[in-house]
């Protein structure tokens, strides 16, 4: 068993508005992440052990970013994910064959029209806190994943899934 994690929406929060490229070295370290996810991932490791990966889209000129944001707050230490577990790709279809490549069972996003993409690669996948717009307009994929809203309800439903019974 192997789960996968976007960042943004899942991992940290989803930055809303625009923000001036100009800005991000004063706004990119602020951003926070997302309330119960490191006792999310402790959880996690439960099941998963060091099958973790993070894999997530971000253009070429704000991955050094990210990757210094992760760095500056100690994440791969405090989530106990190796920093070679982390996989970037540019285009939101990168994700599904990054995932087959990977032998990801289990994948959290944000993005419905992502975790769609997954049908027939990853058995198991999860709507991190859904958008109603992208839910409206992809609703053929909502039967086959499990909507979470929060990471507490996330670990429930991924333990469920997972554990022996």
Known sequence: MKLGLDIGGVIVEELKERIDPNDWNKVFLQVPFLAGVFE???SLKKCFGR??????KISENLEPLSREYLRYHRFFEQAGISPDHLYYCRTREEKAPICRGLGITDFVDNRLEVLGQMAGVVPRRYL???DAGECARFPEFLTSVSIVTSWPVAVQKILELNLPY
């Open 51 to 56: 099958e973790i990966f993070i894999v997530s």
């Open 40 to 42: 999310a991932l402790a």
């Open 128 to 130: 991190f806190c859904p």
